[in-house]
């Protein structure tokens, strides 16, 4: 499954230059805190809602496509302030790897606002389970401001509204269900080339 995930990864990133007549490609980070809230639900208990809030940094690799759209692949490394779910030790951190479609709204030449979307797909080293990674599918909406310094430097400042849906976890005879709502914003740095 991971092999297909990150091929689809790659055949989507290296696809971007030729949706457009020209492309300009990207690499950039951003860096980001995630206001985290988690839902559990098992089979016997009642639901439990929980904060844990994150903070992390999202390497990119996009292309500017015509009509200001834009598309680009990321690996986010997130670190979270408490344990999610290990039972015994710590979390690792989560890599996530995720592809956005971006649509820009020039007000000028610098200035441009935008909406995005998303999906990814992540994995996190967990202890106290048959298995040692727990694994999840993420979802999400979003909107900013880029602007462009010079030609080839661009910021961005951004909010993007996420929800992931965890693989379920088994503690004895009871299946835990667990879902993520983040509100994360996040700076950041493109490079054109």
Do not use: C
Not at 49 to 76: E, F, M
Not at 125 to 133: F, H, I, P, S
């Amino acid at each position: 499954m991971k092999k297909i995930i990150i091929g689809s990864f790659i055949a989507a990133l290296l696809s971007a230059p030729l949706m457009a007549e020209k492309s300009d490609m990207y690499v950039g980070m951003d860096i980001f805190k995630g206001n985290n809230t988690y839902t559990f639900d098992s089979n016997i208990l009642p639901s439990y809602d929980w904060d844990n809030d994150s903070k992390g940094i999202r390497l990119k690799l996009g292309a500017d496509l015509d009509n200001a759209w834009k598309v680009q692949g990321y690996l986010t490394i997130e670190d979270f302030d408490q344990n999610n779910f290990s039972l015994t030790g710590s979390d690792g951190n989560l890599y996530e790897l995720g592809v956005d479609v971006i649509k820009g709204f020039p007000l000028d030449n610098k200035l441009t606002p935008f909406i995005l979307a998303g999906i990814s797909f992540g994995s996190m080293e967990v202890e106290g389970y048959n298995d040692d990674t727990i694994s999840n599918v993420g979802f999400k909406l979003g909107a900013g401001l880029s602007y462009l310094f010079t030609p080839e430097l661009e910021g961005v400042v951004g909010i993007d509204f996420k929800h992931r849906s965890w693989e379920d976890i088994q503690i004895l005879w009871v299946t835990v269900e667990t879902s993520e709502n983040i509100i994360s914003p996040y700076i950041g740095l493109n490079y054109h080339f």
